[in-house]
């Protein structure tokens, strides 16, 4: 019988190999950086494929493309969620990334200087880990969830693919951000349908429209969600607030789609009453399906360090000050609007691995030849 396996060891293990991972494995590679990806999926992309059939990305093709590879086909037009699977998957291949598919990390801890990161029976010893992955990670249901009648069929976002997964009746949507939206459009087709939940605000122009096309998407996208909208400006700080909170606005779908699609809106739901859905202002909607577009938690519990607040990890633009050498990557509002994007994600990378660069021996040396250590007259001032 073959012994325990004993620990791999890398300069940087990269968790998650979605766009933020494999735009944080370029920016290694092309610095000549020894390191790995991990990634749970069984291919490259799944976290695309798995979601709804009819999705498409909010950005046009122009500004999907990662760094090195731009996005193929027509500049104006939406990818569908498969269509950037395959893209993340054809390029990690272009550029010979070591993703590791089908390997769930379960634990991240430390021992002594040394990061080690677990997955099952395997085990990975690093000087940095960047956790390259969203906080999209468990899906949010509420306890009451449990008490609906048996009869009501429920799904998550995340578990949505199409109308055909929902029974005969009517369908509450809770969770007014896009997702609700959008599946809420889809099953208005065929069922009754209504979209619970506080208003998000919506984009005041047509995403697909020819001024969008031209001038609104560029500005709104690669300016104002990229450039104006970060961390560091008091816009970005009051709509990051919020965001984090509320989600972002409704981007494709407007109120008056949800209207002419014969959807209701009501309040936010709140509870059960005799096995049905109760709203905020008492109404009980009979209905055979909810689907639960109330987004997620960040499902960060399995890193044992404590660099978690609220849930949320505290860092510095992805970078943890309390744990030299972890990053993030991929977050909401890691650093702007744009950071949960894919032309926004590049951005956040190059800043992580510039600053993992920085932690290099030689890189430690050369700086301090540059910049000599002060003397003991000048530390006590």
Request: positive net charge; contains cysteine; proline residues 7%.
């Amino acid at each position: 019988m073959d012994g325990p396996r004993g620990p791999e060891r890398f300069e940087t293990v990269v968790i998650g190999g979605g766009q933020a991972g494999l735009s944080v494995g370029y920016q290694l590679a092309r610095r000549g950086l020894p390191f790995v990806i991990l990634d749970a999926n069984e291919r490259i992309g799944d976290s695309w494929r798995k979601r709804w059939d009819s999705l498409r990305l909010f950005t046009p093709a122009r500004y999907d493309g990662l760094d090195g590879m731009p996005f193929p086909g027509p500049a104006h037009t939406f990818p569908t969620k498969d269509a950037m699977a395959d893209y993340l998957e054809a390029y990690a291949a272009r550029f010979n990334l070591p993703v590791r598919t089908g390997v769930r990390v379960d634990r991240l801890a430390k021992q002594g200087e040394q990061f080690v990161v677990t997955a099952g029976a395997l085990r990975f010893e690093a000087e940095n880990v960047v956790v390259a992955m969203a906080n999209l990670q468990k899906p949010r249901i509420p306890p009451f969830a449990e008490t609906l009648d048996p009869g009501i069929a429920q799904l998550h976002s995340s578990q949505y693919r199409n109308p055909s997964q929902l029974r005969d009746g009517g369908v509450l949507a809770v969770g007014a951000g896009n997702s609700g939206a959008e599946i809420a459009i889809e099953a208005a087709r065929s069922h009754a349908t209504w979209v619970s939940g506080n208003d998000t605000g919506h984009i005041p122009f047509r995403i697909d429209g020819a001024l969008a096309r031209f001038v609104l998407a560029r500005l709104v996208f690669r300016f104002l969600f990229h450039r104006v909208a970060t961390v560091y400006t008091p816009i970005g700080r009051k709509m990051r607030a919020r965001h984090l909170v509320h989600g972002l606005p409704l981007i494709r779908v407007k109120p008056t789609d949800l209207a002419s699609a014969g959807i209701e809106r009501v309040p936010r739901t709140v509870g059960v009453r005799d096995g049905l859905p109760l709203l905020e202002d008492g109404r009980v909607l009979d209905v055979a399906n909810v689907v639960w577009c109330m987004g997620f938690h960040s499902g960060f519990s399995w890193i044992d360090l404590p660099v978690l607040g609220d849930e949320w990890p505290m860092h510095e633009r992805g970078v943890v000050a309390t744990e030299p050498g972890l990053y993030f990557v991929g977050l909401n509002f890691l650093y702007a609007v744009s950071s949960v994007m894919i032309h926004g994600v590049e951005r956040d990378a190059e800043h992580i691995v510039k600053h993992i660069a920085s932690r290099r021996p030689a890189a430690r040396a050369l700086a301090g030849a540059r910049h000599p250590a002060t003397s003991d007259s000048q530390r006590t001032g």
